[in-house]
């Protein structure tokens, strides 16, 4: 069984994050920045909230908010589902596809690990399949 630990080691891990006091317009720049499409929200150390540009789109622009006048902390999703180093690929796919989001942070022990994005888990899931072919391959060849 494929884990979150696997994932991690094929993947440079950055934990981005920005404070729940400071703006979404702030917040926006660090991920134009980054060129992240969500942010962990983090307040001593603990994770605390995610950002997301679906937050944006769904509680700034369509409630008529303004991104420099509003904080984070007002945007963000507060207590995100998260998951473990020892949590299954399989499990990830399930939990972003029921619960339709595209994010989850990785928390052990309430210290913040990392995060995976859909993407890096459907990445993840068709290199561990062309491997697994190869192999595949090479047993019935050989």
């Known amino acids: 069984m494929k884990t979150v630990k696997h994932l991690l080691d094929t993947k440079q891990v950055r ?5 729940e006091n400071i703006s ?3 917040a926006l720049k660090v991920m134009t920045e980054k060129n992240i499409s969500a942010v962990l929200v983090m307040e001593n150390g603990k994770l605390s909230g995610i950002f ?3 937050d944006y789109a769904r509680k700034i622009i369509l409630q008529g908010k ?6 984070i902390m007002e945007a963000m999703t507060a207590n995100p589902i998260t998951i473990t180093l020892t949590d299954s690929i399989d499990y ?3 939990l972003m596809t029921e619960r339709h989001i595209r994010h989850l942070p990785i928390v052990v022990n309430d210290e913040v690990k ?3 994005s859909i993407g890096d ?3 993840f899931i068709i290199a561990d ?5 190869s192999q595949l391959e090479s047993y019935i060849s050989g």
Not at 15 to 19: E, K, L
Not at 66 to 71: E, Q, V
Request: glycine share 4%.
């Open 92 to 94: 990830c796919m399930e």
């Open 66 to 71: 303004s991104s420099k006048d509003t904080l």
């Open 15 to 19: 934990i981005i994050s920005v404070s």
């Open 24 to 26: 979404v317009l702030d």
């Open 114 to 116: 990392g995060m995976v």
């Open 52 to 54: 997301t540009e679906r």
């Open 129 to 133: 399949q062309k491997q697994t072919i």
């Open 121 to 123: 888990v459907v990445k």
